[in-house]
């Protein structure tokens, strides 16, 4: 089965640009987009009350990395489940993966042999200035381990909207932990920005601004580069 307007995209950004907001925005936009979100696929192992689901938990908690290998299997089983279900869905929109070149190989790889297509990237780029100032203001809900998007902290968020849980900071968001991070993007994640931008691939956003501004740019970028 090819699918010629079947689109799949990647969101990449470091922790605080806004990510997970942009994705939200964008299946309003575009119907029919299948959210694969790395963090939310760990999470859900991570309940899990066996020697895996704990490992798992405990790197998280640790704020190290998961294999990649073992990343890309659980985002293929879910490119293959996409598949399954035929016409249900439009397209596919990735939040935390890829991370390495390598993962972002491996990923070309996968979409191209099971949809036969591309997946294009969008960086929202964020200063690092402004990646402290949210990333110091972040909190997480404490039962259902909920991000909450940064928007909604200007306005002290004490409760999870999701499902009404205490929310929390994030004992690693701490200045040293945020820079350990943004040097991990650094090295780690810009050569598969690059990767993308060399094939023609990417669209390049500035993140700095409001939620609703970042959107409209992404939109207008999309469309400018018919990848819409
Ligand atoms: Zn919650």
């Known amino acids: 089965m090819t699918r010629k307007n079947f689109r799949i995209f990647v969101v990449l950004g470091r922790s605080g640009s806004g990510k997970g907001t942009q994705v939200e925005m ?14 939310a696929l760990l999470r859900e192992l991570s309940r899990e009350k066996n020697s895996l689901g704990k490992r798992v938990k405990d790197t998280l908690n640790q704020g190290e990395l998961v294999p990649y290998s073992f990343v890309a299997y659980l985002w293929t089983k879910e490119l293959l489940k996409v ?3 035929g016409n249900r869905w439009s397209g596919i929109v990735f939040e935390g993966s890829p991370r390495k070149l390598i993962e972002a190989k491996m990923m070309d790889q996968a979409i191209r042999f099971i949809f036969d297509t591309e997946p294009i ?7 690092r200035k402004e990646v402290v100032r949210r990333l110091l203001k972040r909190v997480v809900c404490e039962k259902c381990s909920n991000p909450i998007p940064y928007r909604l902290l200007e306005n002290n968020i004490t409760k999870c909207p ?3 849980g205490r929310v929390t900071r994030r004992p690693d968001d701490t200045p040293k932990a945020i820079r350990e991070r943004m040097e991990f993007f650094k090295r780690n994640v810009m050569p598969s920005i690059r990767h ?3 094939d023609n ?7 700095d ?19 819409i």
């Open 201 to 207: 691939r990417l669209i390049s956003i500035n993140g």
């Open 121 to 127: 990237a969008v960086y929202i780029e964020v200063s």
């Open 26 to 39: 964008l299946q309003k936009k575009v119907k029919g987009l299948r959210h694969i979100e790395t963090g």
């Open 162 to 164: 999701v499902c009404g």
């Open 83 to 85: 598949f399954s279900q």
């Open 196 to 198: 993308y931008r060399k």
């Open 209 to 227: 601004q409001p939620a609703e501004k970042v959107s409209h740019e992404l939109w207008g970028k999309l469309k400018k580069n018919r990848f």
